[in-house]
């Protein structure tokens, strides 16, 4: 899986690459992150990439020839095979919601290509040539795409083969089943007088995994009721 990220500060995507499970996925060639910078696209001589907006009012608008120029030099499948399938995501707050299921679809593609805004967000003429999918995740603002860009980088690539090595399975994460995840313990067995419950200590596996469904169910009910009424609703 490859990404490819239009950003104009690719240090923000990169630092996030260099750790942990993301790290190591990278250095074994699962995923691949490659990041563009709008700014080597302008041709304004100051190497302007935004400017304030028509119309009047606060903050600056990227223009939208660095960012097309820059898209088209990297897009679809340029550097790639003609075969591969290939998506372009817009991070916007506009866009639809992020969810598991929008990160499971992405985790079919083998190029996905976002487009990271800044300051104001993009010129409207961005959208309407490149139409990509406008993904947001969540109904707040933030500074730049770039946060948002690493959420989708990081969650999708945790969907594929190889990321996540046996310990860190995704299998029975929150979500994968519409429910949220039963509760984790380790060690010791009893921590400030709270013990671990003794279902977990039995080895009794058909019992463990009662335990964890009904524990699935309690916490999804009281925490997210509207996922619950949802996995009901759909296990008739
Ligand atoms: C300050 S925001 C622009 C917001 C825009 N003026 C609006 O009100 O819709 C700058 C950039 O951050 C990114 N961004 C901010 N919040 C986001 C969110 N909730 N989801 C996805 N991207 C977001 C987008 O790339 C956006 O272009």
């Known amino acids: 899986m490859r990404f490819d990220v239009l950003t104009l500060f690719p240090e923000l995507i990169s630092t996030h690459m260099d750790f942990s499970i993301m790290k190591r996925a990278s250095e074994e060639g699962i995923i691949e992150v490659v990041t563009h910078n709008p700014r080597d696209y302008t041709l304004d001589k100051h190497k302007k990439v935004d400017d304030t907006p028509y119309g009047g009012g606060a903050g600056m608008v990227l223009m939208p020839q660095p960012y097309v120029d820059c898209y088209e030099a990297v897009g679809v499948n340029k550097g790639g095979n003609n075969s591969e399938k290939c998506i372009t995501i817009m991070m916007t707050p506009q866009g639809e919601p992020f969810t598991d299921q929008i990160s499971n679809e992405l985790a079919e593609y083998d190029r996905i290509i976002i487009l990271c805004g800044h300051y104001e967000g993009f010129d409207e003429r961005i959208r309407e040539i490149i139409k990509p999918r406008e993904i947001s995740i969540g109904d707040f ?15 999708v690539s945790r969907k594929i083969e190889g990321t996540l090595g046996k310990i860190e399975s995704a299998h029975d994460d929150s979500f994968s089943d519409g429910l949220l995840e039963y509760p984790q313990y380790t060690k010791p067995r009893e921590y400030r007088g709270l013990k671990v419950p003794d279902v977990l200590l039995n080895g009794n596996h058909k019992l463990i995994e009662e335990f964890r469904l009904e524990q699935k169910l309690i916490r999804t009910k009281a925490k997210r009721p509207d996922l619950y ?8």
């Open 141 to 155: 603002v933030l500074t730049g795409g770039e946060l948002p860009a690493l959420c989708i980088i990081d969650s």
């Open 229 to 236: 009424e949802k996995y009901m609703k759909d296990n008739k």
